[in-house]
């Protein structure tokens, strides 16, 4: 038997974000990974110029996730 979902109980995680490379200006798309935790810090080359980029993900109460980079 199948259990039935309420509306809007549902709970959608963010699987991707961008952020913009400090040094190019390039919007950049990342995956997500939310079992990495609430808040997660991360440096990533930028693939068009190759400058680091400080990432910072914070996921909100309904799964959302707010993606912020600073040139590193």
């Keep these: 038997m199948k259990k039935k979902r309420k509306r809007g109980s549902e709970r959608r995680v963010a699987d ?11 919007e950049i798309v990342v995956p997500l990974d939310p079992s990495a935790g609430e808040h997660q810090s ?9 400058a680091p980029n ?14 912020t980079a600073r040139s590193e």
């Design 16 to 26: 991707e974000a961008c952020y913009v490379c400090g040094s190019c200006g390039e």
């Design 42 to 50: 991360y440096v990533e080359d930028c693939p068009v110029c190759c």
């Design 54 to 67: 400080e990432i910072h993900v914070d996921y909100e109460a309904d799964g959302s996730a707010r993606v």
